[in-house]
Each structure stands twice: as C-alpha cells, then as structure tokens.
C-alpha cells in the first residue's frame, strides 16, 4: 500500500468519524429536550406487538421502556453530547495536523 493511498485511508475514516460525531452529538440533543423517551419507543413497536404479542425483540423492548427513568435519560444525553463533542473537537484537531491531536485520538 503507497503511502498516497495510506492518507486517502486516514482521510476517508476522519470523514466517517465526524460523521459519527455529528449524529452521537444531534441524538444527544434530541435526548435532552425530548420528553419521555420510553413513550416514543413504545409508539414505535405498538405496532409490532399488535400485530405479535410474543414478538421477542418488541417484548424486551416494551419491558425495558418501562424501566427508563429521567434521570437515565438525562445520563444519556449528557453521555452522548460528551462523546459527540469531544470526537468533533479531536477529529479538527487531526485535520488541523496538531500534535496534541494524534496521541488524544
């Protein structure tokens, strides 16, 4: 492997890793100002347990809906924003070809 085809490698993972970045950081948000959570999971699989009440997966998910609390929602929100935020600030860091960035990342 050319060491041109190393960068465009390096490049290419940078591009996935803001992308990922960006929607870790857009889902935190979306949990800190939504309301119940575990509402919108339950609309969601309303359907699938309609249609199969013994749907293993929609079952689990039902079950552990009724679990969440705010206060694990919130731990998620600020777990999410965190991450999101920190990649973000890593990955132009490694466009901007600092040092500190390399060892961080």
Not at 10 to 16: D, E, H, M, P, Y
Not at 46 to 53: M, Q
Not at 90 to 96: F, N, S
Request: proline share 3%; net charge negative; aromatic share 10%.
């Amino acid at each position: 492997m050319t060491e041109k085809n190393i960068h465009r490698v390096f490049v290419i993972s940078l591009i996935l890793k803001s992308l990922n970045a960006l929607v870790e950081t857009l889902l935190g948000l979306l949990l800190l100002f939504t309301g119940g959570i575990s509402d919108v999971i339950l609309d969601l699989i309303r359907h699938e347990l309609i249609e199969d009440p013994n749907d293993y997966f929609a079952g689990h998910l039902s079950g552990l809906a009724a679990h969440l609390s705010p206060g694990l929602q919130l731990y998620g929100a600020i777990y999410l924003l965190s991450h999101g935020v920190v990649k973000i600030f890593l990955v132009w860091g490694l466009i901007k070809d600092r040092l500190w960035a390399y060892p961080a990342s």
